[in-house]
């Protein structure tokens, strides 16, 4: 075992206090009765209370959420597809260019993938009068395009550390390529696909750009609602409104460690 | 027996097969080329105002087709607009110069950090990565609004310096460039840490011990060993942070001052209130061509890592 030195280990913690002090405040304030950030005027769920109110943030969040379970659930399909290509079908051809068109909406910048896509769809309704008017078809597809690449990732490093003597077991007694896919490849990488599949779920419904520039008028998602309130300054709500996120992510990390754990 | 037959099996291309891979490789490729290959090319078309394509009905563009002379003239226009205005390239320049600092900024508490969490006992190390992990799970938007709150003229870090005693007057850090550099290293710190911890982990633990064993001291083990085979780490976690902030919207946008502007901000400006679709995306087309080069090193780099690994 190597020492610790003592500023390794203080960078570490200015470092996670660095990532966690924003967050923490964030929900501290979230109670406070006050409007101000400044001035703790005592403790109050009020804000919590305006936030169930808020018919326009709420519609928004369920948008959303269903924008978000969509681009997942074909995300996943599509991610494994290319998982599948890239790790089992060796070097076919256009493997490079497969590879390039995973690896690029990682790093491409939102306002880039947003205006294009939007001049796309502009395109297509015009020449094939699909889509016809913008919103939450449009939102899902721009969603699906940059998920995918994530859950690829996450998928091909899983299926190329899997251990292949079960398909090799069940090739040999006779099973075909899509039983043995089916009954043993997809249980084994099922953790990945679930993984995949909450990433591509967060990636959607965080995303303000690129939903901002492929929306039409009429779908307003829950980070275009969070935005422009937050234009306004600081807003109460908005705490609110990130504290219930963070006890929800926590909860999810609990309930995946305690399951992880178990086996 | 067994093994021929698997071997057969494999080797042959069965009808199977063939669906297989026509399913895994075509779909997504098929995806990606119509919804991502697709609408560059398109980009491309508009950043050079095509009359037939800058018709859409919409208002934005039809004020646009009833100028039809100007709209020819602005043919190769935009271009040369983004060429002799200055405020374009001063925004270029600007994002480049904001992602080299938080570049430098991830790099320098990200290495550490990778660092020492790639060095924690095994049982520890699962729960320090889970937790850089963690905050990219809450929203982005939500973290980059929460220091509007800290770096406020009223906020808390200067109430925080002020009951210290070390400033007197509340410094403006909000809507200024340093404002912008703390949101960027904030926002991208995890995406720096995550390749450079799985380099770190990867590296030969006894390549150190022989050092040591030759006399060598740990700090100039760890320049003359650690350092050198981590450089594939730090230019995978630069590239992932360094592309995307060139092009980055909502951080200048909520905590920049208004009068520095980032590429992605003027491109957001000239689209959503100029409605300029074709100089947004003549500076679309910019910023592409700006990226390509970080985006091969970076490409390069994972196939070479890649291929090293098979």
Redesign the interface.
């Known amino acids: 075992m190597r020492r610790r030195s003592w500023p390794l280990l203080s960078v570490l913690a200015f470092g996670y206090a660095f990532l966690y002090v924003p967050i923490l405040l964030l929900i501290l304030y979230s109670f406070n009765e006050s409007r101000l950030v400044t001035v703790w005027s005592g403790f109050s769920f009020k804000w919590y209370g305006e936030l169930l109110h808020n018919r326009q943030l709420l519609d928004a969040a369920w948008l959303s959420v269903r924008i978000a379970a969509l681009n997942a659930t074909i995300a996943v399909v599509l991610g494994t597809l290319a998982a599948n290509a890239l790790v089992r079908h060796g070097r076919f051809r256009g493997r490079t260019g497969l590879e390039l068109l995973l690896t690029a909406p990682l790093v491409m910048p939102d306002v880039i993938i947003g205006l294009s896509m939007l001049l796309l769809f502009v395109a297509l309704q015009q020449t094939i009068g699909w889509p016809d008017g913008r919103g939450f078809s449009t939102i899902t597809i721009a969603h699906i395009t940059f998920s995918m690449a994530y859950v690829a990732v996450v998928v091909r490093s899983r299926l190329a550390r899997m251990d292949s003597s079960l398909e090799e077991a069940a090739m040999d007694l006779g099973a075909r390529p899509l039983t043995v896919y089916l009954r043993i490849t997809l249980p084994l990488i099922a953790p990945a696909l679930l993984s995949g599949w909450l990433l591509a779920f967060t990636l959607s419904l965080d995303d303000l750009v690129i939903a901002s520039f492929v929306s039409g008028p009429g779908a307003t998602t829950l980070p275009m609602v969070i935005y422009s309130s937050v234009r306004m300054g600081v807003s109460p709500q908005i705490n609110a409104l990130a504290s219930l996120v963070v006890a929800l992510v926590a909860l999810a990390v609990v309930i995946a460690g305690v399951s992880l754990r178990r086996r | 027996m067994?093994?021929l037959?698997?071997r057969s099996?494999r080797l042959r291309p069965?009808g199977?097969?063939r669906l297989?891979?026509l399913?895994?490789?075509g779909?997504?490729?098929l995806?990606?080329?119509l919804?991502?290959?697709?609408?560059?090319a398109?980009?491309l078309r508009?950043s050079l105002a095509e009359p037939l394509?800058a018709q859409?009905p919409?208002t934005a563009l039809w004020e646009w087709a009833e100028q039809g002379i100007l709209q020819i003239r602005l043919n190769l226009g935009n271009f040369q607009l983004i060429r002799e205005d200055d405020i374009y390239l001063a925004a270029l320049l600007n994002s480049l110069w904001v992602a080299l600092v938080g570049t430098l900024g991830c790099l320098l508490?990200?290495y550490?950090?990778a660092?020492?969490?790639a060095?924690a006992?095994e049982r520890r190390r699962i729960l320090?990565l889970?937790?850089?992990i963690?905050?990219?799970?809450?929203?982005?938007?939500?973290?980059v609004?929460?220091?509007?709150?800290?770096l406020?003229a009223?906020?808390?870090l200067n109430?925080f310096l002020l009951w210290l005693g070390v400033i007197d007057t509340p410094l403006k850090i909000l809507h200024t460039q340093t404002a912008v550099y703390i949101g960027v290293i904030?926002s991208y710190?995890p995406f720096m840490i995550l390749p450079l911890y799985a380099n770190l982990t990867r590296l030969d633990p006894t390549l150190l011990e022989a050092a040591a064993d030759l006399g060598c001291r740990p700090w100039r083990a760890f320049t003359r060993v650690t350092l050198p085979l981590s450089l594939p780490g730090i230019v995978a976690g630069s590239?992932?942070v360094f592309?995307?902030v060139?092009?980055?919207?909502?951080i200048p946008d909520?905590l920049g001052s208004p009068g520095s502007l980032m590429i992605?901000k003027l491109?957001?400006t000239e689209?959503?209130a100029n409605k300029d679709?074709p100089l947004?995306?003549a500076l679309?087309i910019v910023?592409?061509a700006v990226?390509v080069v970080p985006?091969v090193l970076?490409?390069r780099l994972?196939?070479d890592d890649e291929d090293g690994r098979t």
């Open positions: 067994t093994r037959s698997k099996k069965s199977e097969h297989s891979r399913i895994n490789i779909l997504p490729y995806w990606l080329g919804f991502f290959l697709l609408p560059f398109i980009v508009i394509l859409p919409y508490l990200g550490p950090m660092y020492a969490i060095t006992p320090l889970m937790l850089i963690l905050p990219f799970w809450t929203s982005f938007l939500i973290r609004y929460a220091w509007i709150g800290i406020n009223n906020g808390l109430n904030y710190l590239m992932l592309i995307p060139v092009g980055e919207f909502v909520l992605g491109m957001w689209f959503f679709w947004a995306s679309a910023l592409l990226l985006f970076m490409q994972q196939q």
